[in-house]
């Protein structure tokens, strides 16, 4: 794939989308795959891959795949999102589909900030965090997404990556889309680069994600 990514320099989302893809063709599955969108930095992947994909109004992308996998119930029906469509606008959304166990698989992407409209505070800001809206850092508590899903559903496959770990990735996104056709639901989290709003260079973005290693630990849960 040579298709030039609409992100900003240094994102992560590109990595993000660049390994979904080779895991479905890995699996076979690239010709059943719909990708739904949310409105956010994540609509930015609309034509970035070779499969069906659409937008969602902002926070419906995980029960608009869920409708579309009830009606056709052969496909591998994907929700990609950033953390604040999944965990703020989308999370009754997500908390209903989880615990119905509805057979699809939704794909957040947290940089633990509102990276399209400018760095302003998410649920995923992490304690003390500085962004343009808490400028003295962030006070409220951290939404820990796969920890709420693993609650409400012993099925679901749910998981922690980040995009300079591909190695997790990968097997993360696979072991999802296994999930998904085994009839359960299944979420993988991704850590993500935003240097545009993070207000870093070179070796200070990786800085930044090992940092929200500690916060949000990576793995299976």
Same mark, same amino acid.
């Given at each position: 794939?040579?298709?030039?990514?609409?992100?900003?320099?240094?994102?992560?989302?590109?990595?993000?989308?660049?390994?979904?893809?080779?895991?479905?063709?890995?699996?076979?599955?690239?010709?059943?795959?719909?990708?739904?969108?949310?409105?956010?930095?994540?609509?930015?992947?609309?034509?970035?891959?070779?499969?069906?994909?659409?937008?969602?109004?902002?926070?419906?992308?995980?029960? $608009? !795949?869920? /409708?579309? &996998?009830?009606?056709?119930?052969? @496909?591998?029906?994907?929700?990609? =999102?950033?953390? *604040?469509?999944?965990?703020?606008?989308?999370?009754?959304?997500?908390?209903?589909?989880?615990?119905?166990?509805?057979?699809?698989?939704?794909?957040?992407?947290?940089?633990?900030?509102?990276?399209?409209?400018?760095?302003?505070?998410?649920?995923? $800001? !992490?304690? /003390?965090? &500085?962004?343009?809206?808490?400028? @003295?850092?962030?006070?409220?508590? =951290?939404?820990? *997404?796969?920890?709420?899903?693993?609650?409400?559903?012993?099925?679901?496959?749910?998981?922690?990556?980040?995009?300079?770990?591909?190695?997790?990735?990968?097997?993360?996104?696979?072991?999802?889309?296994?999930?998904?056709?085994?009839?359960?639901?299944?979420?993988?989290?991704?850590?993500?680069?935003?240097?545009?709003?993070?207000?870093?260079?070179?070796?200070?973005?990786?800085?930044?994600?090992?940092?929200?290693?500690?916060?949000?630990?990576?793995?299976?849960?």
């Amino acid at each position: 794939m040579s298709k030039e990514a609409k992100f900003c320099p240094g994102c992560g989302h590109p990595i993000v989308l660049r390994f979904l893809y080779s895991v479905l063709k890995e699996m076979g599955l690239e010709k059943k795959a719909v990708l739904g969108l949310d409105i956010g930095c994540s609509l930015l992947a609309w034509d970035f891959l070779p499969i069906n994909t659409f937008q969602t109004h902002h926070g419906r992308v995980t029960p $608009t !795949m869920v /409708g579309f &996998k009830r009606s056709q119930p052969n @496909s591998v029906s994907i929700g990609y =999102t950033g953390d *604040g469509g999944a965990y703020a606008i989308g999370m009754q959304g997500l908390f209903w589909a989880a615990l119905r166990n509805d057979p699809v698989t939704a794909i957040v992407v947290n940089n633990t900030i509102y990276a399209m409209t400018g760095g302003q505070l998410a649920p995923t $800001t !992490m304690p /003390g965090q &500085k962004t343009d809206t808490s400028p @003295s850092g962030n006070e409220q508590a =951290t939404v820990m *997404g796969p920890e709420l899903v693993r609650s409400l559903n012993a099925k679901a496959y749910v998981a922690r990556a980040a995009v300079n770990d591909v190695v997790g990735l990968q097997s993360a996104l696979r072991k999802a889309f296994e999930a998904q056709q085994a009839g359960n639901f299944s979420l993988v989290e991704v850590l993500s680069f935003c240097p545009t709003n993070w207000r870093t260079k070179g070796v200070e973005t990786n800085d930044f994600l090992e940092n929200m290693k500690k916060v949000f630990k990576l793995g299976e849960l």
